[in-house]
């Protein structure tokens, strides 16, 4: 088993796929690499990817209407994100910043879309894990406005 399917294997975007089905993903997966303090991706911009962190972390940071940041989350090995805008296309919603060196497993809105369109079972196995992630945020937003 290569290094990228035992990774994804272990994603919890990809970890209900069936092996042969994490395979496919992994085909269209390229590897892109960034030095600590590296924007990922930031606010506002086109959305064009979906990422697997290989190894590092990164901060997830979401600027304010009143200009304040706001440091939502942060990421390491075995974690995703930009699955939102990998799906419908809009700009992204916060920027994510490397804090280490890392190595980040990549796929473009339009191959993942042509992968869903070619394998409609994987979008049967992933999005329950999408829209668990969306409540989650969903709940750490309703927190932090009770504060």
Known sequence: MSENIKLLSNVPLFKHLKDKNIKIVSNLLKER?????????????????LFIIKSGKVKIVKKLADGRELDI?????????????????????????????????AMTHWEFKALLEEHPEIALDILPV??????????????????
């Open 33 to 49: 690499n960034y030095k600590k303090g590296d924007i990922i991706v930031k606010q506002g911009d086109s959305g064009i990817g």
């Open 73 to 105: 989350a942060v990421h390491g090995e075995g974690e995703f994100f930009g699955e939102l805008s990998v799906l419908d296309d809009k700009p992204r919603t916060a920027s994510v910043i490397a804090i280490e060196d890392c190595t980040t497993l």
């Open 130 to 147: 999408i829209v668990e992630r969306f409540r989650e945020t969903n709940e750490q937003l309703l927190e932090l406005k009770l504060k």
